[in-house]
């Protein structure tokens, strides 16, 4: 079986909140190099924020979205985290700021989907 038929068959085979936790692992990683090659790389630096702003609005527009059945006190958290991530990484493009906050709240993020309900 070639490598990319054993990805599409764990990917079929994942939880919702696995994948979830693979993709804020592929994003929080894409971070984390970025933050250490700083501004010598922009184009991977500033890839690497949007990728991470992108994914906090999906996650915003999810929890908007009529339907979502999470409760409304956890909703409204991701919704407040979203912006300010969105704040943080504009803020974070045009500045020598670390990206080391981004870092963490992925990382709590990673450890809250890790624990099974």
């Not at 970025?34 to 501004?39: E, F, H, L, M, T």
Request: with cysteine; glycine share 4%.
């Amino acid at each position: 079986m070639s490598l990319q038929a054993y990805h599409k068959a764990q990917r079929s085979a994942e939880s919702p909140r696995d994948t979830e936790y693979r993709l804020f692992a592929q994003v929080t990683q894409a971070l984390i190099e970025a933050n250490k090659q700083g501004r010598t790389n922009l184009p991977q630096f500033v890839d690497a924020l949007d990728w991470n702003r992108r994914l906090w609005s999906a996650l915003a527009t999810d929890c908007a979205a009529q339907g979502n059945g999470l409760p409304d006190a956890l909703k409204a958290q991701i919704i407040s985290l979203s912006l300010w991530v969105s704040r943080f990484s504009s803020d974070a493009a045009g500045s020598d700021e670390s990206l080391e906050p981004l870092i963490d709240v992925n990382r709590s993020i990673m450890a809250g989907l890790s624990q099974k309900p």
